[in-house]
């Protein structure tokens, strides 16, 4: 079984972490801040890679995500 994962994670200037699938890895650098939104973002990444998005658009988007 494939295990998406976030490794590396930076919290001190908002929320990166190395994604993490099959041996394959991308940065995300957001502007949200809390440890919470790793996992956030984890669950959503998960959603977008089983709807077939490649994990460099997904870590695209994601670095988009700001504070509201």
Same mark, same amino acid.
């Given at each position: 079984?494939? @295990? &998406?994962?976030?490794? =590396?994670?930076?919290?001190? !200037? %908002? @929320? ?6 099959? %041996?394959?890895? #991308? ?5 949200? #801040?809390? !440890?919470? =939104? @790793? !996992?956030?973002? &984890?669950?959503?990444? %998960?959603?977008? &890679?089983?709807?077939? +998005?490649?994990?460099?658009? +997904? ?10």
């Amino acid at each position: 079984p494939s @295990v &998406l994962s976030a490794e =590396n994670p930076d919290l001190a !200037q %908002g @929320v990166a972490f190395d994604l993490e699938l099959d %041996g394959s890895s #991308v940065r995300v650098d957001t502007a949200l #801040v809390g !440890q919470f =939104n @790793v !996992q956030n973002l &984890l669950a959503v990444a %998960g959603s977008l &890679l089983h709807a077939g +998005i490649p994990m460099a658009d +997904i870590a695209r988007a994601l670095d988009r995500k700001s504070v509201v």
